[in-house]
Structures are given as structure tokens and as C-alpha cells.
């Protein structure tokens, strides 16, 4: 069993609730994304319906200037903001990735979720946020580790695929399997209405994941 | 799309139905396997049942002497025997290949279902039957190809596994998807349990497909 470790905050006022002393718990969430932001949207919403558990949405990140994740800051009224990547394709450059370090250590996070952030996550990052740092695979790991999942997933004729919630390690797409939720693939189906299929899936899953985190996690 | 060709027969009589002239067509099967012969059975009480469409069970082989398999040739009234594999561990020889190719060739079946056949299968018997056979697999290909799949997908940690019904070619565990069947992990279940789970997805699989490609077949 995977050890879950995530920091957490406690509000200076311990509310009372029918004469039993409640600690508040609070787990920062920092989300990065390189896209749409549909994953970070969704937790945004759940959070905003209380069904994130003790997780709050404290930032959310992308190393993509003009993507669409961005504003949902607005939306949401939750810090979000590009934060340059540096010269790498798919990594973070070495002062780039300095910065990102800083910048999500800033928020005290308890778990930081990498919600189709584009770049791989190297050994000083993940050190920095160790056994707090989650991703969302859209594929049945350890099947179509990778880029482009879903196409591949269709293109090799697999009539079950899905989504994984996962610790990352430095092993790209291999550390623990948090949760996962299976897809069919109906005949006929195509790219697009499996990609539907999966993202619904991932909506689902990735906010029961953290809310699950956020109650197991124990104050430090 | 994976063309189906199976060869079928036609009773010699058709059967008249409401005025409506209708050809009575076979799919003979032939069933391989090594072991206790769970989805043998399986299929023999299907086809008991009338759930296995134009599929007929028409002979039962195993590699191994004393393998429970051959049982079941006694309790269901279908031929099962035991055919030598010759002297190699995890194929045929290829004296034995022959055999095993003109036993089942004079079956003149339509499909050939390897259900938990311990050895693996090349190129001259692929070809004597090409597009005819068939394997049940206990994960969800492409995920744990090979030996021990269930107990190396409950040690990487899954929490969805599963079983395929493929194809069989000469890339092991790597032919054309026809079917699968997902089964959820939970928390505490034992090795024994997952096992169980998904006997249980293939007990309801493979009758399903080999009812589906028995009506999906053509005559030639």
C-alpha cells in the first residue's frame, strides 16, 4: 500500500460543531494544465458544490501562455497565471523549473495535480513535492503509457479503456495507481465519442480522488 | 475491422418456421485447455442452455493426461481426450503440432478456443486454421500479456483488470480484440478474490462471443 502523506493547514479557530471541537482541515490543491482546463473546470465546480472533501483550489498554472485553463481564474476567482517553462519542449528548463518549485511551494500544498500538463515532471520537482504530487492518464495504465492514449487505445481495437489517477515517479506514467475508472468501446464508436467517453470519466474520477486524499490525509 | 470467416455446415434438412424456409447452420467448435477446464465446462453448460447460438461443442483436447478438463468429456457426452504435446514445455513438437492439426481439422470446426492451453501456438497450426482461433486471456490486453497475469496485475497495483477474447496470431497475446470484460479491484481483496472475479467476467465472456461470431459467420 502507498503511504499517502499530504500536508495539511488547520484554521486558527477550531469551529464547534453540537458541542463536539471540530479541527478544520484545509489541503491546498495547486492544479497545472496545458489545455482546455475541462479537469481543472470540473474540480473548480466540485469544489464549488463542496464535494472536493477538505481540498481547496489554491492556484492553477500552465506553461502555455494563451491556454484556455487560464480563465477559469476569472471564472472562479482563483489565482491562475502562465508560468514560462523555459526553452524545453517537454520538460521544464532548469531555471524554469526553479521557478515552478517556488512558485507552488508558496502555496503550502498538500497535494498538486497535474490535470493534461504537457511536460514531464523531472526528479528536483518531484522531490520538492514528494508522494503530494498526482496525475490523470487517459488510459487503463499500465496500458498506452504516453502521448495520445486515447487514439492509440482505438487504434490497437481495445473495447475497454479509461482514465488513471496516479502518484507520479520519475518512471513516466508508472507510479502507483491511485484509482481508475474503465470506458467501453462500443462498435462504431468513434475517436471523438471515445475521447467524450474518457474525458466523462476523468470528471468523475479525478474529484472523487482528491476529496478521497483530502479526508485520509492526517495533520502534521 | 477483423474479418470473421468461419467455416460452417449446413444440416442436411431445413427446418421450416412459420412458412419461412430456414438453413439450420453449425459453428463446430473444438476447445483446447490444460487445466481444471472451468470455461469448458462453462460452455458445454451454455450450449446445454441453448445460449451459444449456432455454436456446437464437437471435441474437447488437452495436453495434459490428467488434466480435470478431459472430465468433462464424460458429464457433457462430447469427446475429450488427451493428445500428446511431445517433448517441448511451452509448445507443440512438431510431430505432435501435426497431430493436434489433423485432430481438430477432422472436427472441420469453425472455431477453435484455447481456454487456459498452457502452450503456445505457431505459425503451421495458425495458418491450418487462420482467423478460427481463438484465445481467453485473464487481463485487459494490451495490459499483462503472458503467464501469471492476474497475480502481476494485482501486484502492479490496478484497480481494473479484466479478461479479452482475441484473435489468436503468431504475436502472443497480441492478435486482433474481439471482446472484454472489465472487473473492479477493491481494497482488501485477496489474490484469490480477484481471481475469482474475473473467472467469473470470463464465464459470462466467452459464451457470449463465441454465441455472437457462431451468428455473425456466413456459410461457405
Partial sequence: ??????RTKRTLFPRTAGGIDVRVRVVNVVILG????????RLLEAQRD?????????GVYSDRPDAPILKLGDT?????RF????????KLGGDAERVYIETIESHRPGLVVLAGFMRVIK???????EDRIINLHPSLLPSFKGLEAIRRACEYGVKITGC???YVTEDVDGGPIIDQEAVRIEDGDTLDDVE????????RLLPDVIARLSRESSPR
Fill in 76 to 80: 472562479f476567482d482563483v489565482p491562475a
Fill in 34 to 41: 496545458s489545455g482546455r482546463g475541462g479537469n481543472a473546470r
Fill in 196 to 203: 467524450e467517453k474518457v474525458h466523462a470519466a476523468e470528471h
Fill in 164 to 166: 488513471t489517477v496516479h
Fill in 50 to 58: 463542496g464535494e472536493l472533501g477538505a481540498a481547496r483550489i489554491v
Fill in 123 to 129: 526528479a528536483p520537482f518531484i522531490r520538492a513535492f
Fill in 83 to 90: 508560468l514560462d517553462p523555459g526553452g524545453y519542449r517537454t
Fill in 1 to 6: 500500500m502507498h503511504m499517502v502523506r499530504i
